[in-house]
């Protein structure tokens, strides 16, 4: 395995990023998936040991089509939240299956897991994440750095992203300067500027006022009916039911539709 040393500059620190390019470049091109891009089989995810286990998720099941946006609702604590990591690779089932874009994750190092996050899905949050030092064009731009494109066709995805989530005009705001809606909106921004096959999208309206809520289930809207990208969403709120393509439930750790 190599390793690869990317260096980002701003203006008062230089960040080091380790992106890890496993041999025969295996997560370069997302392999034909047939009639599902996302497959899981009973997955199931618990918390502490003993009297104290808590079982978050249990025997989960269900697959996801391409181009397609799917809602998955509960309260606070159903364990949406530990399913989109788990989806993401950011943990690991205690048992149960995840393939994504043919690929098993149970079968993935942490660093083969980063790669393939960079390359095939786009991470939106409720917290936004966004570094504080960068603007929030900065901030967009970052993942194409990752990703070691050319600096033109960095910008040039950066301007195409921002103009999707409509936010060109604020883009040169520090995050501290700028409105939770358009925070928010380059986050979703920076997930896009890599162009990744499928966005998870974690209670991503759950800061938000109602009009800026409108504007995020827009922009989501537009990116599965016209850029027909496959979008998968965690929320309490049921009003983006009507959304849609799918709609699960999550409760006392099971998953009906």
Do not use: W
């Amino acid at each position: 395995m190599r390793e690869k040393k990317l260096i980002v500059h701003d203006r008062r620190r230089v960040l080091t990023f380790f992106l890890c390019d496993p041999a025969g470049a295996m997560y370069d091109k997302a392999p034909n998936a047939g009639a599902c891009v996302i497959e899981v089989k009973n997955l199931s995810k618990s918390f502490g040991s003993g009297h104290s286990l808590v079982q978050v998720l249990s025997a989960i099941r269900f697959q996801i089509k391409p181009g397609t946006f799917s809602i998955f609702l509960g309260r606070s604590g159903s364990g949406k939240s530990t399913l989109l990591n788990l989806l993401a690779g950011l943990e690991r089932p205690d048992k149960g299956t995840i393939e994504i874009l043919g690929h098993d994750l149970s079968r993935r190092s942490p660093e083969q897991l980063a790669d393939f996050r960079l390359k095939h899905l786009g991470l939106v949050f409720q917290f936004f994440n966004l570094l504080p030092t960068l603007t929030l064009r900065e901030n967009v731009e970052l993942a194409g750095r990752l990703k070691e494109l050319p600096a033109r066709e960095i910008r040039a995805r950066a301007d195409a992203a921002l103009e999707q989530v409509r936010l060109s005009g604020e883009s040169g705001r520090m995050p501290h300067e700028a409105s939770g809606g358009e925070i928010q909106r380059a986050a979703i921004a920076r997930a896009l500027v890599h162009d990744p096959d499928i966005i998870l999208a974690d209670e991503p309206t759950g800061n938000l006022d109602a009009h800026n809520r409108e504007a995020v289930a827009a922009i989501f809207s537009d990116l599965v009916r016209i850029r027909k990208k496959t979008l998968l969403m965690v929320t309490h709120d049921a009003s983006f039911n009507a959304l849609g393509d799918r709609v699960f439930r999550l409760e006392n750790g099971r998953l009906s539709e």
